[in-house]
């Protein structure tokens, strides 16, 4: 197993999960700044259940090829804690997580809310236990912020390729949290960006006085 059998994979199931929802380009290419009414707009909040189809996607992939199982969960029954960092004032309505096989790799989980009419297309992606959020899609909602649904589906791949690949270190200090992963980090309290990265060495070298989770790649 190696991360391009898997990204093949999960392009494979995407064409079907994500048949009836193309994507679209950037609707402000090369433009000023956008008209001031699409900061209060979202045209076709539908388009980015795209997003849905993506993580239903490497949902499918993940536990098709043996690397994870399924478990669903129900948001109703779970405590509040894993609800930590996400975004908006609004509950997820479903949730499952992805449990790997390889015994020391983190888990995933794949939950969805929804806004303007829709109850699944906004999807987030955590890790851990408890689960720390990695990101929140869309990252905005509005036309104005809208530049197309390669960045967002691009995000999305990051954060679970991330966790799938043993990437994540996740550092709870007395001041703050940092998130480290393979393109850069972030940090809330914790101090200087040289700070960040000595906490994140320290994690990474096993020798950290904080708590820390990482995990180990997935195969």
């Known amino acids: ?24 380009p950037d609707p402000h290419p090369g433009a000023g ?37 399924v478990e669903p969960l129900d948001p109703a029954d779970t405590p509040a804690a894993w609800l930590k960092g996400l975004p908006y004032d609004v509950s997820p309505t479903r949730a499952h997580w992805l449990r790997p096989h390889r015994a020391g790799a983190q888990p995933l989980l794949i939950s969805y809310r929804g806004f303007d009419g829709w109850d699944d297309n906004i999807v987030a992606v955590s890790t851990g236990q408890p689960a720390v959020l990695l990101t929140s ?24 390729v991330d966790v799938v690949n043993g990437q994540v270190v996740h550092v709870v200090t007395p001041h703050g949290e940092v998130i480290g992963h393979e393109s850069g980090w972030e940090a809330d309290g914790v101090g200087s960006p040289e700070e960040v990265e000595r906490v994140l060495d320290d994690a990474r070298a096993d020798r950290s006085p904080h708590r820390v989770t990482r995990g180990r790649p997935w195969w």
């Open 33 to 69: 700044s956008p008209a001031e009414e699409e900061y209060s707009r979202c045209l076709d909040p539908g388009k980015y259940r795209i997003l849905t189809a993506r993580a239903e996607a490497w949902t499918r992939a993940l536990t098709e090829l043996d690397l994870a199982t």
């Open 137 to 160: 899609l869309p990252s905005c909602g509005c036309d104005a912020c809208d530049d197309g649904s390669s960045p967002e589906l691009e995000l999305l791949d990051a954060a679970v």
């Open 1 to 24: 197993m190696n991360e391009q059998i898997l990204l093949a994979a999960v392009e494979a199931a995407f064409a079907e999960t994500a048949a009836a929802l193309p994507g679209w």
